[in-house]
């Protein structure tokens, strides 16, 4: 077990074997100029400063062979998966489903539905593709994880109010530990990026824990 001490709002414990990293939707639609993120109007250099710190943790879990989990929101292309509400959102010129530079938008095998190289999957690795935001809809990520003996989840990914905070909320639901990783989740909204990290922890950390990704791979440095 590691704990981290300077966990908000007080000590995270984990068993390092049953704790998944948990990367949510980092792909080019969100990341990108031409995708989804910028066909709602959003400035999508705000997301790039979780990258480096998500990679750092992705490397970390690689080299001790834990658990990791990626996701991708995306829809098939006939779009049976998306229901009408959520494709009317938006009300800009490009909406799902439309071509857009990287393809059509949201659509799974497109070019932008794809997680960015960086943070590309390995073998071996969880990859849940989901059409909401959250990553328990209408996908098996749950029967994976307990199929796995996984308790513990540290998110990360984009968007940190909408995609990570849902799916961070169906996961407390379920009974897992969950944290947020701080730096490694990115908004087009840096004050709704902060007013989610208050509203997790706040109440005795009702929906979880949060802590920066430099405690959590202190301590797992010195974890033995
Ligand atoms: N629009 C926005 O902030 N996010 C999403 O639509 N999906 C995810 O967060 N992945």
């Given amino acids: 077990m590691i704990t981290l001490a300077a966990a908000q709002p007080y000590p995270y414990t984990f068993p390092p074997v049953r704790t998944a990293l948990v990367l949510i939707d980092f792909q080019r639609d969100f990341l990108e100029p031409g995708g989804f993120g910028a066909a709602l109007g959003n400035d999508v250099s705000t997301l790039a400063p979780s990258l480096a710190p998500a990679q750092a943790l992705l490397a970390a879990w690689r080299q001790r062979g834990l658990t990791v989990l990626h996701t991708r929101e995306g829809h098939a292309p006939d ?10 959102r938006g009300g800009g010129p490009l909406t799902i489903g439309d071509l857009g530079p990287l393809g059509r938008i949201l659509i799974q095998g497109e070019p932008g539905h794809a997680i960015i190289p960086a943070l590309a999957p390995h073998p071996g690795e969880i990859v849940i593709d989901k059409p909401g935001k959250g990553m328990f809809h209408r996908t098996t990520v749950d029967q994976e994880l307990r ?35 701080e730096d490694a989740t990115d908004s087009y909204f840096p004050a709704f990026k ?30 033995h």
């Fill in 194 to 223: 902060a007013a989610t990290l208050a509203m997790i922890r706040a109440q005795g950390g009702i929906v979880g824990w949060t802590a920066s990704s430099t405690l959590i791979l202190e301590a797992l440095a010195h974890a």
């Fill in 147 to 181: 199929h796995r003996g996984i308790t513990h989840l540290m998110f990360t990914g984009v968007t940190t109010e909408v995609c990570v905070q849902t799916s961070m909320r169906e996961a407390n639901d379920r009974g897992y530990e969950c944290l947020l990783v």
């Fill in 79 to 88: 779009l049976r998966d998306c229901p009408p509400s959520k494709l009317i």
